[in-house]
Structure formats: C-alpha cells, structure tokens
C-alpha cells in the first residue's frame, strides 16, 4: 500500500517528540479517522525562522510519515515560507499517498498552519491576514498536560 519512502518515514520517523520550551505549538485532529498530530515550533521572534520543530501524531502510518516529512520541510524556513509548504508538497515529497491517504498531508499543513497561528497570538495577539487557525485546530497550544505520544503503538506498514 505505501512506497518505501513513507515506510521508511513511519518506522523512522525524523524530529518526533516534544519541545519543553516550545514558543508555538499547533495541534489539529482528524475525526473521521482519528489521526492526532502535535507540532512544536521553536522560533526566532525577531527573525521568524523555525529554529527547531517536533512531533507528535497518533495515527496511521501515512500520519507519521507526512509529520515527519513535513518537519524536515519546515525546519530552517521562516514561518511564511513554511506556511507555503502545500499538502501536496509533502506527500510529493514522500512519493506519493495511496488516495485515501492524502488527507494525512493536508493534516500535516494544518498542524504547521496551528503552531504558526498561535506563534502570532502568543507573540502579537492578533493573526496576520490570510492566517487563520485550522478547522481541525483542536487547540492553541494551551490547556491541561496531555498524553505523550508519538505513534501507534505498532509500527505496522500496512
């Protein structure tokens, strides 16, 4: 069913984990599969590069390849660059997604679109024109402590 990039993207996963001192962090859901995925940004007020980013998804194996990828993408890019980063760029970057896999990549550019959100609420109060949180926002990065998770607990290619 995948590629063997995106296998290697799942059972290797790049930038998975947390920031404790994380300056934005997005997290947006899926609810008709159920895929979660957590991004944390460490980013330069001044400069807005994405000095460091991490992840942490609970899903399927295309919603850990396409975190993971979208990771790699972003990292070193400011936040308007890494706002450009498409759904289709990152499953392009992976090879390609089985169809009913490709709103794995749009979650991906959600997550990175939530941590930006709240990198500007949190630094500015306001959001610039054209950002808006996700729908599938299911936070700003603000809240009780959560669960840690970084991937199923079987690391399955289906």
């Given at each position: 069913m995948y590629n063997p990039k995106v296998v290697d993207y799942f059972m290797n996963p790049r930038n998975a984990g947390r920031i404790e001192d994380a300056n934005a962090i997005g997290e947006v859901g899926n609810p008709t599969c159920g895929d979660v995925m957590k991004i944390y940004l460490k980013v330069d007020p001044k400069t807005e590069v994405i000095d460091d980013i991490?992840?942490?998804?609970?899903?399927?194996?295309?919603?850990?390849?396409?975190?993971?990828?979208?990771?790699?993408?972003?990292?070193?890019?400011?936040l308007p660059e890494a706002l450009k980063i498409s759904n289709k760029d990152v499953a392009d970057a992976l090879g390609g997604l089985p169809a009913v896999k490709l709103h794995c990549s749009l979650l991906a550019k959600e997550g990175i679109q939530a941590a930006a959100a709240d990198f500007y609420m949190k630094r500015d109060g306001v959001l610039p024109e054209g950002l808006t949180f996700p729908e599938n926002c299911t936070s700003n990065g603000g809240g009780a402590e959560e669960e840690r998770f970084v991937s199923e607990d079987s690391r399955s290619a289906e």
């Amino acid at each position: 069913m995948y590629n063997p990039k995106v296998v290697d993207y799942f059972m290797n996963p790049r930038n998975a984990g947390r920031i404790e001192d994380a300056n934005a962090i997005g997290e947006v859901g899926n609810p008709t599969c159920g895929d979660v995925m957590k991004i944390y940004l460490k980013v330069d007020p001044k400069t807005e590069v994405i000095d460091d980013i991490k992840f942490e998804t609970f899903g399927c194996a295309a919603a850990i390849a396409t975190s993971s990828m979208i990771t790699e993408m972003a990292k070193e890019k400011t936040l308007p660059e890494a706002l450009k980063i498409s759904n289709k760029d990152v499953a392009d970057a992976l090879g390609g997604l089985p169809a009913v896999k490709l709103h794995c990549s749009l979650l991906a550019k959600e997550g990175i679109q939530a941590a930006a959100a709240d990198f500007y609420m949190k630094r500015d109060g306001v959001l610039p024109e054209g950002l808006t949180f996700p729908e599938n926002c299911t936070s700003n990065g603000g809240g009780a402590e959560e669960e840690r998770f970084v991937s199923e607990d079987s690391r399955s290619a289906e």
